[in-house]
Each structure stands twice: as structure tokens, then as C-alpha cells.
């Protein structure tokens, strides 16, 4: 005695997402596949030639198989980002500029260290100009 569901077969496709006459005609491929359907009855309810009939079941079949190879584990990579060039130019130059400002910066530092009134003097003489 055999246990558990019966196989629910072309009954399966109710429940999918599509229109009614593309779940018609899986179901009909799929009851001649079973064996409760010839091809030549489904291509009958269907109004198509046998020909046709078989070339809509094997790019069906072929459709189906291709769903079924197996795929990349995990998510899929992130995509990377692009740059282009202008944006690299630009912060190229804004890099350039930083680092200007940065050395002008240590320079005065150590000026301020080794003489201390040179930039006071000079910062009072901008004020008499302004």
C-alpha cells in the first residue's frame, strides 16, 4: 500500500499565476505527458495541428528546463559602481587642493612654534589694510 498524496499532476497548475488559456494548454501538455490525453484529442480541443502542438510542448519543456539549472548560492554580488572620468578629475582636484591647504597649514604651525609674533604681527597688519 503506497503512503502519502496522490500526485495532484495537471491539477498543479490551478494554482499558479497566468492567464486561462495558457493554464489550458499546460494542463493539456501536461495530461498527454501523463498518458490520460492523446496529442492528437489536445490538439483537437486546442484547434492546432499536431506539428504545432509539439513545437509549443518542446519550447515549453526547453522554458521549463532552463528555470531548472541550478544557480549561484547566497545573494547575488552587488553590482559596482561606475565612475566616470569628470567625477575622477574632480576629486583629483579637490584632493590636489587639500593637500595644499594641509601643508599651508603645517607651515604656519610651525612658524607660530618658532617665531610667535611674526603671525601676530602679520595678522594685524591684514586688519590695517581691510
Known sequence: ????????????????????????????ALETLE?????LEACQMLGISEAAFHKFRIQWLQYSLG???????????????TVDSEEVRELREEIA????????AAVRE???VAMPGVL????EDEKKTR
Open 97 to 104: 587642493a587639500l593637500r595644499k591647504a594641509a601643508r599651508i
Open 1 to 28: 500500500m503506497a503512503r502519502g498524496r496522490r500526485p495532484s499532476g495537471a491539477g498543479l497548475v490551478d494554482g499558479l499565476e497566468g492567464s486561462p488559456e495558457a493554464k489550458r494548454r499546460m494542463k493539456l
Open 67 to 81: 528555470g531548472l539549472e541550478p544557480k549561484r548560492r547566497g545573494r547575488p554580488p552587488k553590482a559596482k559602481e
Open 120 to 123: 601676530e604681527r602679520a595678522r
Open 35 to 39: 498518458g490520460k490525453r492523446t496529442v
Open 110 to 112: 610651525e612658524i607660530a
